[in-house]
């Protein structure tokens, strides 16, 4: 068995993993921070229930395992009760997840530089002070944006989505695309495409439903109606855990990190990408299978 990469951050642990037993059918939507989580995890919950009006309840149904706040054995005793088919969801990269050879992974990626300024935004809508000193509230100096482009992949930075934890995260799922249980999936294209996103998914899953049914779960799972109705989709969302669920959708758009960044803090970034990435790698990771964003 390969040895899994431990990440441990102040937020999350991967080691949890060793208390789940996995099954063949489950699925576990694997992504960093920001990439379009809750949205593949609601397209999940819409597929294997085929309802339009499940309770998705994800931090309950489809837990989070690697957070840190909830007790294991409480997460593990309610997975193992489950009857129907399960679904989980990770911020580890591969490289730390136990890989069954018959689970399903969903990794979904996001332009690096949209996730690194929805996540400034999602810092504040939270009552998580660790991340105050990556994210000052006065950040005259740009030390937000120097944070992301020199924090380290794992250790004590992994949970504050640092350039080289996107970058791993990738870089993982890639070494491992072609196995048939791992799929990889981009922000840009399901925002473009969400119809044959649903498609994609439900091939992947084994969960055919008829046509207009699949254009009425679809439907569900546009950004403008998970935003409105942000206590039922948002996580843990109607328990007061953030300060706005509506504010946990905030644009849903890709190319928000335009206008935001200075030129120089772009040309830090370009190069640390192309010393990373093959260009091809590169496009895909900013942009999936679509248009580049132009600048």
Known sequence: MTRRTHYLGPLTDSSRWDAVTLRPDDVIVVTPPKCGTTWMQTIVALLLSGDPEVETELAIRMPWIDIRHRDIAEVTARLDAMPHRRSMKSHTPLDGLPLDDHAQYICVFRHPLDVHVSFSKHVRNIPVPWFDDWYPQDDRAGLTFRHFLEGAPDGYDCDAVPLAHILRHYEAARALAGRPNVALFHYADMTRDL?????????????????????????????????????????????????????????????????????????????????????????????????????
């Open 195 to 295: 119809s044959g996103t649903f498609e994609r998914v439900a091939a992947l899953l084994g969960t055919p439903h008829p046509a207009p049914l699949m254009a009425r779960l679809a439907g569900v799972a546009t950004f403008d109606n998970m935003k409105r109705n942000a206590a039922r989709y948002a996580p843990s969302g109607g328990k007061g855990f953030m300060r706005s669920d509506s504010d946990f959708f905030h644009r849903g758009t890709h190319g928000q990190w335009q206008g935001v960044l200075t030129d120089e803090e772009l040309a830090a970034y370009d190069a640390m990408m192309d010393a990373r990435l093959s260009p091809e790698d590169r496009f895909w990771l900013e942009n999936g299978a679509g248009r580049a964003v132009p600048r």
